[in-house]
């Protein structure tokens, strides 16, 4: 993406000792009459205080980027992780309980290896759908299925929310109060009903009855209830699953797996082994792009803005599979990246005057706000862009309030423009309470949308560009989460998934067999 930021280098312009000797040279892409604008004002420019957002450096240089290596892309790793995907597909050829199937599935697909798998899961799937319409599936069974509906709609079928009807009080005006007792079936309620489309009040009552409830007995018996089952329902009552994205939790959802007692050590080896795959690939790309930003000089021209490149290939990566779409995550990275200083030229540095003649340059691009960039380079189509503008408009909404709830703290504090929140509170006298639930709502609703945009019947394969716009939803949900983009807690999780490889007591013996052969 080409960005005309500014015409000349700027190291004049970042002295400590004077910040702004001069007017930006914004002479060469405006046209005269603003020109004449700008240069009317330079006394007062002159003495204008520029604010500071006060980040600090990236904490992965150029240097400690350029130095990693990781020996995971030798070829007998990639021979070990052929002969763990052969035995996995055995294993979904055996004969089990429809639950069994399906928590296999659920598995693969939350441990990042369903890709693998797909002929094999879709057969599997086509099945346990056929058999839900001739109603084969134990209907009385809560927890069979919720689960069998979230995965079959993750997949594309067409499955009625009537399937929950025979869990309602016989007014049919709520839930039965007695399904608050089998806390694995309200997980999985919880979770299938953040697939709900639009209309679907049901859902919309399941999700309400199953937050109460998991919330519920975290506060009374959560010291009852099994470790492993308590994290899961405080990790899915904080984000649920359909809002996350596994390629950004892979690490997480590892750990959470070889704590469970039933783990197949089979799958956990093939896990593990991926990820480490996975990451060497990731490793390459991050420092293909490191280059391009350390020869781009810009955050030495624009010492004002942050260097987060590596926080922006994290969030690209949640964006694409990793075992494919290398060039669209590089690229989704850059202009992340770009956005980021030309973000901080808003919202930090530049004064009135000069963001005015800025903005008359930059609306000459064909879109101004940084989630739809991402998609039109990746998506070059502009007749696709068109047609699905209703889905880039969700994507702004998915993006922009998350973000919103996340950095309104520090943002006021560093006096920054309203955000939806401050808006909502001005226009309905609103509390911030009840500003922060009313966006939370809408971002409810926005999923509601973008499920029901995203619906597929049969079999079909999901549009790569809703797809890709849901993902981008999804990221924004995780990197919003703990507060500004640029916390130790998302650095630590960054640190978790790039730079810090998985150990298995299993992979370790195979590891050493091989090194000393």
């Given at each position: 993406m080409q960005v005309p930021i500014l015409?000349?280098?700027?190291?004049?312009?970042?002295?400590?000792?004077?910040?702004?000797?001069?007017?930006?040279?914004?002479?060469?892409?405006?046209?005269?009459?603003?020109?004449?604008?700008s240069c009317s004002s330079q006394r007062e420019e002159a003495h204008q205080i520029r604010r500071s957002g006060n980040y600090q450096p990236s904490l992965w240089d150029f240097n400690y980027i350029q130095s990693l290596n990781t020996p995971y892309k030798e070829e007998w790793h990639l021979n070990r992780q052929a002969e763990l995907i052969v035995q996995v597909k055995i294993l979904l050829k055996e004969n089990m309980e429809f639950v069994q199937q399906l928590e296999l599935i659920d598995d693969l697909k939350y441990l990042g290896l369903s890709y693998f798998f797909h002929d094999e899961i879709m057969e599997i799937l086509c099945f346990i759908h056929r058999c839900f319409q001739?109603?084969?599936?134990?209907?009385?069974?809560?927890?069979?299925?919720?689960?069998?509906?979230?995965?079959?709609?993750q997949h594309g079928f067409n499955v009625s929310q009537e399937v929950?009807?025979?869990?309602?009080?016989?007014?049919?005006?709520?839930?039965?109060?007695?399904?608050?007792?089998?806390?694995?079936?309200?997980?999985?309620?919880?979770?299938?009903?953040?697939?709900?489309?639009?209309?679907?009040?049901?859902?919309?009552?399941?999700?309400?009855?199953?937050?109460?409830?998991?919330?519920?007995?975290?506060?009374?018996?959560?010291?009852?209830?099994?470790?492993?089952l308590s994290l899961w329902i405080q990790h899915s009552l904080e984000i649920?699953?359909?809002?996350?994205?596994?390629?950004?939790?892979?690490?997480?959802?590892?750990?959470?797996?070889?704590?469970?007692?039933?783990?197949?050590?089979?799958?956990?080896e093939l896990a593990k082994l991926d990820f480490n795959i996975v990451q060497a690939t990731q490793i390459e790309e991050l420092k293909d792009i490191s280059r391009w930003w350390n020869n781009?000089?810009?955050?030495?021209?624009?010492?004002?803005?942050?260097?987060?490149?590596?926080?922006?290939?994290?969030?690209?990566?949640?964006?694409?599979?990793?075992?494919?779409?290398?060039?669209?995550?590089?690229?989704?990275a850059k202009i992340m990246t770009l956005i980021t200083s030309l973000d901080d030229v808003y919202d930090i540095y530049g004064t009135l005057d000069e963001l005015e003649l800025f903005t008359l340059t930059l609306q000459s691009l064909p879109l101004r706000s940084g989630a739809p960039t991402v998609i039109a380079q990746v998506h070059t189509s502009k007749d696709k862009l068109y047609k699905y503008n209703h889905i880039?408009?969700?994507?702004?909404?998915?993006?922009?309030?998350?973000?919103?709830?996340?950095?309104?703290?520090?943002?006021?504090?560093?006096?920054?423009?309203?955000?939806?929140?401050?808006?909502?509170?001005?226009?309905?006298?609103?509390?911030?309470?009840?500003?922060?639930?009313?966006?939370?709502f809408l971002i409810r609703e926005a999923w509601k949308e973008m499920n029901t945009a995203g619906a597929g019947?049969?079999?079909?394969?999901?549009?790569?560009?809703?797809?890709?716009?849901?993902n981008f939803g999804r990221?924004?949900?995780?990197?919003?989460?703990?507060?500004?983009?640029?916390?130790?807690?998302?650095?630590?999780?960054?640190?978790?998934?790039?730079?810090?490889?998985?150990?298995?007591?299993?992979y370790t013996h195979y590891v050493s067999k091989n090194t000393c052969a």
């Open positions: 015409s000349v280098p700027l190291n004049s312009l970042h002295s400590s000792k004077r910040r702004l000797s001069k007017p930006w040279p914004v002479c060469s892409i405006v046209p005269d009459a603003h020109l004449r604008v001739d109603k084969e599936v134990d209907g009385s069974d809560l927890y069979l299925t919720a689960l069998g509906f979230r995965l079959l709609r929950f009807d025979c869990f309602k009080n016989e007014k049919g005006s709520d839930f039965k109060a007695s399904l608050g007792r089998d806390t694995k079936g309200m997980l999985q309620l919880y979770e299938a009903s953040f697939l709900l489309r639009e209309g679907e009040d049901t859902l919309e009552l399941a999700r309400q009855f199953a937050t109460e409830n998991l919330q519920k007995t975290l506060d009374e018996n959560g010291e009852e209830i099994d470790k492993n649920p699953l359909h809002w996350r994205t596994p390629n950004l939790e892979a690490k997480w959802m590892i750990d959470a797996y070889s704590r469970r007692p039933d783990f197949n050590p089979t799958i956990l781009s000089c810009l955050s030495e021209k624009l010492p004002f803005v942050r260097d987060r490149l590596v926080e922006s290939y994290f969030w690209a990566i949640g964006l694409f599979e990793t075992h494919q779409h290398c060039y669209e995550r590089k690229t989704a880039i408009r969700l994507l702004g909404m998915l993006v922009r309030l998350p973000d919103d709830l996340g950095t309104l703290a520090f943002e006021m504090k560093r006096g920054d423009v309203a955000k939806s929140i401050q808006c909502y509170m001005k226009e309905r006298n609103a509390s911030m309470e009840e500003a922060e639930e009313h966006v939370r019947g049969g079999c079909s394969v999901r549009d790569d560009l809703v797809e890709t716009a849901a990221a924004a949900q995780f990197m919003y989460l703990d507060g500004d983009g640029n916390h130790s807690e998302l650095h630590q999780r960054i640190a978790s998934l790039l730079f810090q490889p998985c150990a298995s007591t299993i």
